[in-house]
């Protein structure tokens, strides 16, 4: 590099006094070393990042099962599914994804076999829901390889570790043995639910990888930046996804073979997620309704005692309905007429809508349950009105 760099300034040096050409001489050559020993320093740090990113290796017998099946030519089916890290936000095209980086080392490590990929992505959305849509979303399309993202979406607690637990067992489950890989990624603070996550994760032997052990410490010692790696609080730019993918794809080259046995162990919290329905817009057929209609999305009311009501089997019920700074209300949910919960469609950031999932009702007996939804009187002080929109309605467990 340092002849480069010298050649490249001769046209220059020449026509300079001989006290200023020995300055620059210097400055060149200081500036070149510094260069070089700075591209060492970033090589060195890559593999101290893939160290640390690896947090657990687990069980790789599935994955060497996938590998011999791409080996072989067969089609290979590559599933993500996660928030919108996972979708791809802040990637600056579609194959800039950490997802899209992933199915591309899968294409050239076995380019006799037909790769594809389900992005299983959705903004805004947890463990919880990933639950209650990987039938739907995910494992109809039979996927060989899936990466679960959702360290970010989750909070870092029990009761989500143990949606994250029911959404692995249905993959685990699945009648193609699906090998399964865990990415754990972070806020601008460097926070995640990995502590939780992946307790759930070693006990199913899954193969861990985690984006923050990898990078954090690089940006608490001020070698890297945040806004090097996202534009926001949460998500990646290119050299984030592309960071995501590097530790991913290097764990997945020094897979060695695995010798334990395919079969789920017993939960380590519940299996009630490992059952769930989703109860989408065609699917909620009201037992009762005064004053709710259906829109595009779900069903909407707007005047205050607007009453709803729909029955539901299993032994946890959770709701997604649509949140926004705007002229919304406030909802009383009833399941079986116990516990009432409220929602509250009002939230005060302006970047935007969403939809959250809530918990409505849990520790129900197996068997049908009336959810009843009322639209109240109540609302925020800052909104104007008391419209509400149910999305979905969720439920787990036989």
Known sequence: MFVTVFVAQL??????????????????????????????AEKLDADKMYSRAV????????????????????????????GSITQGACASKPENRWANLVTKWWKKKFPKAKIELVNAGIGATGSLYGAARAQNHLLKYKPDFVVVEYAVNDPNDEEHAKSMEGLLRQILDSPKKTAVMMLFTMNKNGQNAQQWHSKVGRHYGIPMISYRDAVW????????????????????????????????????????????????????????????????????????????????????????????????PGRLIAIRFYRVCGDMGIVKVTVDGKNPVKLNGWF?????????????????????????????????????????????ILSFGK
């Open 348 to 392: 005060g950031a302006t970047w935007g809508g969403y939809t959250p999932t809530e918990i409505v009702a849990k520790g129900l007996s197996p068997g049908v349950h009336k959810v009843r939804i009322r639209l109240l009187e109540d609302k925020a002080a800052e909104s104007k009105g008391h419209k509400f929109e149910i999305h979905e």
């Open 55 to 82: 947090v657990d290796a687990g069980n790789t017998s599935r994955l060497k099962h996938v590998f011999e099946k791409a080996k072989r030519g067969e089609k290979i089916t590559v599933g993500v599914i996660g």
């Open 11 to 40: 046209n220059i040096i020449t026509q300079l006094s001989s006290n200023m050409k020995l300055i620059l001489f210097i400055a060149i050559f200081i500036m070149t070393v510094t260069i070089n020993q700075t591209v060492s």
């Open 217 to 312: 410490p690089e940006v608490a010692k001020g070698k890297i930046t945040w806004k090097d790696i996202s534009p926001d609080e949460v998500h990646p730019n290119d050299r984030g996804h592309k960071y995501c993918a590097a530790f991913l794809t290097r764990f997945l080259d020094g897979v060695l073979d695995g010798n334990t046995k395919n079969e789920v162990p017993e939960p380590l919290f519940t299996d009630i997620y490992e059952t769930a329905r989703q109860f989408c817009r065609n699917d909620l057929v009201p037992t009762s309704n005064k004053g709710w209609k259906k829109n595009k999305n779900g069903w909407e009311a707007g005047k205050p005692g607007s009453e709803i009501a729909f029955e539901v």
